[in-house]
């Protein structure tokens, strides 16, 4: 691995100059000169030794991302041993006369480029974990209540680690993503949803306290109260104002086992109907209701797995799915342990009691807590086993408008999805969330319903499928938009100036005052195309 020592700010362009050169020959590449003419003007010395990687491996890791879709090289990887590393390359930056723009990847699951930086640095920020001498995830636990536990934890870890040093302590956080896999600032710069979040709200809205490095080089500790104006517009912001290098989020006590539920339905009206009452009724506080809710589709030609099921009821679950193209599952968890498990069979039979699934087409199994939340982990196995695993992920990730729901099922999920018949693996969720469990000061756009669904088509497909499967995301834009139904992406695609304004909407002008404010020089999240 190509590694040097930096002494000073033009030592480390004529350095990122020297790799570049090297790296071209050896792979007979040509050299971009356009940087050239700025990168010999800053005089301030910095001490950032041995900590630039800019070997063809590591530049060719960091150009590409979970969707393997974009590819973006960078000039060189920095891997820092300290977040004060971080700060002086942000610093180094702001002092050119063309800054550089600077990219924090992690685990890198974004799908369209978010975590690159062409032309610039990217931050490989696991390579903290190397430094923190077994601090990066530090739980607290609060004997009297355990509702007030919390764990402070650095951005560059990933969630299955916190699941796992919080359940030695018996604690949890409260709210997960479908992916443990990703990295706690990868989903808090985002907004992180799942299942609980009907009940606990998305991640973000699940943290304490930020330290974050602002675009300006500056290392600030954020919460609500303190700093507010950066902890609302990082938490959702889309790595704009800063790198997040901690966050505390809030615990609370862990449950043993989970009831795991499948209610199988042929009639969209009746399965977000009934989706609509639970997350009403289930996510009010102190409910003793379901504590996950979520839904998907199941398509008669998609390949999926079917070991939830009793296998003598696998027939006559594809004979459902024949007679009708598409079926909806209802996905429900009830979680408890030793001192409620005598009850658990009939508050779950209560609980499900008037919902208009199929008669017959209930499915319950019972497992460990921490086995339900790992439980897309077949999806992974499913594209290992078809040489998919590096498989071009066409994903899109929307929130709809409750009030418009049914126009998605009518002119997404049956006339593109279905009639494009495009076999891909990889699952569809559709699932209702209420606005009141998010904070509206936080920098993520949402629908302006009380009510409002995420809808996700999450496709993997073989090279030869993804431009098929590409186009059909794009109808599903252009129908979305046509129909005036008010949709705003998750985890958005790149998109022109004036698509970023509307995507914000009412939030725009405030955001981009974030920007002016913390990342003045644009320096941050390149990739990310919101303001560059």
């Given at each position: 691995m190509a590694r040097f020592s930096i002494l000073d700010k033009n030592g480390f362009m004529l350095v990122l100059l020297l790799c570049l050169e090297i790296t071209s020959m050896l792979t007979n590449a040509e050299i971009?000169?356009?940087?050239?003419?700025?990168?010999?003007?800053?005089?301030?010395?910095?001490?950032?030794?041995?900590?630039?990687?800019?070997?063809?491996?590591?530049?060719?890791?960091?150009?590409?991302?979970?969707?393997?879709?974009?590819?973006?090289?960078p000039l060189a990887v920095l891997e820092p041993t300290s977040t004060h590393d971080i700060t002086e390359l942000i610093k180094l930056s702001n002092s050119l006369p063309t800054p550089i723009p600077i990219a924090a990847r992690a685990q890198a699951h974004s799908v369209y480029g978010q975590a690159m930086a062409r032309d610039g640095i990217v931050v490989n920020m696991t390579h903290l974990?190397?430094?923190?001498?077994?601090?990066?995830?530090?739980?607290?636990?609060?004997?009297?209540?355990?509702?007030?536990?919390?764990?402070?934890?650095?951005?560059?870890?990933?969630?299955?680690?916190?699941?796992?040093?919080?359940?030695?302590?018996?604690?949890?956080?409260?709210?997960?993503?479908?992916?443990?896999?990703?990295?706690?600032?990868?989903?808090?710069?985002?907004?992180?949803?799942?299942?609980?979040?009907?009940?606990?709200?998305p991640q973000i809205s699940n943290v304490y306290e930020l330290d974050v490095i602002t675009g300006k080089g500056d290392h600030?500790?954020?919460?609500a109260k303190k700093n507010s104006k950066l902890f609302y517009g990082v938490l959702g912001g889309l790595g704009q104002y800063g790198i997040i290098t901690r966050a505390r989020i809030a615990l609370g006590p862990a449950p043993a086992k989970v009831k795991w539920l499948r209610l199988l339905y042929t009639d969209f009206s009746e399965f977000t109907k009934d989706e609509e009452h639970l997350i009403s009724v289930h996510g009010r506080s102190g409910s003793n209701g379901f504590d996950f809710v979520q839904g998907f589709l199941k398509i008669e030609y998609w390949p999926d797995d079917l070991s939830f099921y009793p296998m003598e009821d696998v027939p006559r679950i594809h004979s459902l799915v024949s007679q009708h193209n598409i079926i909806y599952i209802l996905e429900l968890a009830k979680y408890y342990d030793d001192s409620n498990q005598a009850d658990i069979d009939e508050d779950v039979e209560n609980l499900i009691k008037g919902l208009k699934y199929v008669p017959t087409f209930k499915f319950e199994r019972d497992v460990l807590y921490e086995g339900f939340l790992n439980r897309y982990n077949f999806v992974d196995h499913l594209l290992a086993a078809q040489g998919l695993a590096e498989a071009p992920k066409s994903w899109?990730?929307?929130?709809?408008?409750?009030?418009?729901?049914?126009?998605?099922?009518?002119?997404?999920?049956?006339?593109?999805?279905?009639?494009?018949?495009?076999?891909?693996?990889?699952?569809?969720?559709v699932f209702p969330m209420n606005k009141a469990k998010w904070n509206d000061k936080m920098a993520v756009a949402i629908p302006d319903e009380e009510i409002f669904y995420l809808v996700s088509l999450l496709h993997y497909v073989s090279p030869d499928k993804y431009e098929a499967s590409s186009t059909l995301k794009y109808q599903v834009l252009d129908f979305c938009k046509n129909s005036g139904i008010g949709i705003k992406a998750y985890l958005p695609k790149n998109k022109t100036h004036e698509e970023w304004k509307e995507h914000f909407g009412h939030k725009w002008e405030s955001f981009k005052d974030g920007k002016d404010e913390f990342d003045p020089k644009r320096i941050l999240a390149p990739g990310q195309r919101v303001f560059n």
């Open positions: 971009s000169t356009d940087l050239c003419p700025i990168l010999f003007h800053a005089p301030t010395p910095i001490t950032l030794s041995n900590k630039f990687a800019c070997d063809n491996t590591t530049l060719t890791l960091a150009s590409t991302d979970y969707g393997f879709v974009i590819n973006e090289k974990n190397r430094y923190r001498h077994g601090k990066g995830i530090v739980i607290f636990r609060d004997e009297k209540d355990p509702w007030n536990s919390y764990a402070d934890v650095g951005g560059e870890q990933v969630w299955n680690d916190v699941l796992h040093a919080a359940l030695e302590y018996g604690l949890t956080p409260l709210s997960f993503t479908d992916s443990l896999g990703t990295s706690v600032a990868g989903t808090l710069v985002n907004a992180g949803v799942g299942g609980q979040v009907f009940k606990y709200g600030v500790t954020c919460s899109l990730d929307l929130f709809v408008p409750g009030s418009r729901i049914s126009d998605i099922n009518e002119g997404v999920f049956k006339e593109i999805v279905y009639k494009q018949n495009i076999t891909a693996i990889g699952i569809m969720l």
